[in-house]
């Protein structure tokens, strides 16, 4: 499910392209600043980017050990609120989500940050959130997967979680159409995604002589609800894919085009097992087609 790599020692980090930011700076048409409303957001264990178009985040990354989904965080009377260090015109508000049908869905979980009160309450900033199907999704499939993920803290030293949502189309006989509800009132609207992403690069030890062991896997999910027994390794996608249909590079510290080449190889293989498997159980398909939304 999680592909191998090994040995991760000496890796060189990916050059930037030389002069680019200075010759930004320096263009005459810059004089009254760029035309940008998006917000990178830190906070103690994790890094968002959010579209104000969308009002989602774009991406959200986490770092994760095993201290850090246990101590005294608990979410019991922890309540969302509205992201103030975002402009009030582009951020999602608490009255997008009233009465809409979908739920507040953390992109990184409170699970994994329990190790204080703080930490647990900055991830119920909404600036976290993007609208999920409850029923059978976020409070259920998508659970499973964070729990997946949390568990990974037991046996690696690090794990790093990049999540986000997606909006891919649908294939019809007159071609592909984006199709996407959105909540709120117009015109700050909040757009309801069609899938979800996970990247999850775990970290341990492997010996003085070997360095550092890794293992990196790629899911996409539709934002619907899943029956509970479908394999995870179905919505296993290669890396590659992912990058172009999200527009984003992936961990670019860590892969390189043979490394994401090996990976991919291996995500198809986990796909077509658990697609087997699905088969074999006599149990329905996703009801989104990922693999067509990514591959055409």
Excluded at 41 to 62: A, G, Y
Aim: charged content about 25%; hydrophobic content about 35%.
């Amino acid at each position: 499910m999680l592909s191998r790599s090994v040995n991760q020692e000496g890796r060189s980090p990916r050059k930037q392209e030389p002069g680019k930011q200075e010759t930004a700076a320096l263009h005459h048409a810059l004089k009254y600043g760029l035309p940008s409303s998006e917000g990178l957001r830190f906070f103690k264990n994790f890094v968002l980017s959010f579209d104000s178009r969308t009002r989602n985040p774009r991406w959200v990354l986490e770092h994760i050990t095993r201290g850090q989904t246990r101590g005294d965080g608990n979410r019991k009377n922890v309540e969302f609120y509205e992201d103030k260090g975002l402009d009030q015109r582009f951020r999602n508000r608490l009255s997008d989500f009233k009465e809409s049908g979908y739920d507040r869905g953390h992109m990184a979980p409170a699970a994994n940050h329990k190790e204080s009160a703080e930490t647990m309450l900055e991830t119920f900033v909404l600036s976290n959130t993007s609208p999920q199907v409850g029923k059978g999704f976020n409070r259920d499939y998508w659970a499973r997967l964070e729990r997946f993920v949390n568990l990974l803290t037991q046996t690696c030293d690090d794990v790093y979680v990049l999540t986000g949502p997606l909006f891919l189309p649908s294939k019809t006989p007159l071609g592909y159409f984006m199709q996407h509800p959105m909540i709120g009132q117009p015109p700050r609207m909040v757009a309801v995604p069609t899938h979800f992403f996970k990247v999850v690069l775990a970290e341990r030890a492997a010996g003085s002589a070997a360095g550092r062991e890794a293992v990196i896997g790629a899911f996409v999910l539709p934002n619907a609800p899943l029956q509970a027994d479908l394999p995870l390794t179905a919505f296993s996608v290669p890396l590659e894919a992912l990058e172009e249909a999200a527009g984003l590079q992936l961990f670019p510290g860590f892969l390189n085009a043979d490394r994401r080449a090996a990976l991919d190889s291996a995500a198809l293989a986990y796909q077509k097992w658990g697609r087997q498997q699905m088969k074999l159980r006599g149990t329905s398909g996703p009801p989104i087609d990922v693999e067509g939304a990514l591959s055409g």
